[in-house]
């Protein structure tokens, strides 16, 4: 009789966990979160997680980490998230450089930007600006692209990320000019050379060069988007600079591992797009250059594969060669 009692307090349990499985379930966040940035701290990417991280604390009282793998254009932090647990507790928040544009740039990659990871919101879109040093002999692109062409020895340029990268290659290309590239881990490493007279110039993000600029360590030429900075509206855009239908803009958004729980990205999407819509984050991200970009799962999803389109396009364009 007690075992047939046991067997039936056992269904029992079982019926109401398949019944009632948000009860069972601890809702989320109920751990520590962890945001793995593929760049340094200083960069654009690190600055606006730590603002996303600060909004999540304050919304959930969770604990929010943040963890900067810079190295290997962000494939380092890419498979740092891949070693973890598909929960929604380790969040990637990346750039097109891990999620669009390293599969062109590679000819293989160590993870598939979009199999192994979901995606959960965009953050924000940024501009990068031509940057160098403040005693450079250009100060407009027409003085730089002159000068490059006057040199025997090419022009250098340092890049943080493939954003950085990209920007360059396809200025170089559509001015036919040279320029020797020159790899870094991250942007502040890179603009430190600059001014440093290691290298050239730099396609940098107003986050990580705007105040450099504004201090007088370093002259921007023009910016990389289609219209002028809303915080520095006296530079001029490169189309405006000598090259129609020039623009580049990189972004930033939220992924997850592949086989999270949708109530778990879509909980997660709530907390990100409740930040970038917040009158706070706003003010945040035109401080920097920056434009607020939320977006639900699959619209960033589908802003994924079309810009993976636009990186391969700008690779083969450009003649960039593979690594």
Avoid at 175 to 185: D, L
Avoid at 269 to 285: I, P, R
Wanted: a neutral charge; glycine letters at 6%; charged letters at 20%.
């Amino acid at each position: 009789m007690r075992a047939n009692l046991a067997r039936a307090i056992a269904a029992v349990v079982l019926l109401l966990a398949a019944c009632f499985p948000a009860a069972a379930a601890e809702p989320y966040p109920s751990q520590r979160i962890t945001l793995i940035v593929p760049f340094p701290p200083g960069s654009a990417t690190d600055s606006v997680t730590r603002h996303l991280a600060e909004s999540i604390r304050a919304t959930t009282n969770a604990t929010v980490v943040v963890e900067n793998k810079p190295g290997a254009d962000g494939n380092l932090a890419a498979l740092a998230v891949l070693k973890a647990e598909p929960d929604g507790y380790t969040a990637f928040v990346t750039t097109n450089s891990t999620q669009a544009a390293n599969i062109s740039l590679f000819h293989s990659l160590p993870y598939d930007p979009k199999a192994d990871f979901a995606p959960v919101a965009g953050i924000m879109t940024i501009p990068m600006m031509l940057t160098v040093r403040a005693d450079f002999p250009a100060k407009t692109v027409a003085e730089f692209v002159a000068l490059a062409k006057q040199r025997e020895k090419p022009l250098s340029f340092g890049s943080g990320n493939t954003s950085s990268r990209g920007a360059a290659e396809l200025f170089r290309f559509r001015q036919a000019i040279e320029m020797q590239h020159v790899p870094y881990r991250g942007m502040p490493q890179a603009l430190t050379d600059v001014m440093g007279g290691q290298i050239d110039c730099v396609f940098a993000d107003p986050a990580s060069a705007q105040g450099l600029v504004q201090d007088g360590k370093l002259r921007a030429l023009a910016v990389t988007s289609a219209k002028r900075l809303e915080t520095m509206p006296e530079l001029p855009t490169i189309a405006e600079s000598g090259l129609p239908g020039y623009e580049l803009t990189a972004w930033v958004g939220v992924f997850v591992r592949s086989k999270t729980p949708t109530e778990i990205i879509a909980r997660l999407n709530t907390l990100v797009t409740g930040f970038v819509n917040s009158a706070e984050a706003k003010k945040y991200l035109t401080t920097i250059g920056a434009a607020p970009f939320p977006s639900t799962p699959q619209e960033l999803g589908a802003f994924q594969e079309a810009d993976t389109r636009r990186w391969a396009e700008i690779v083969a364009t450009a003649k960039i060669e593979k690594k």
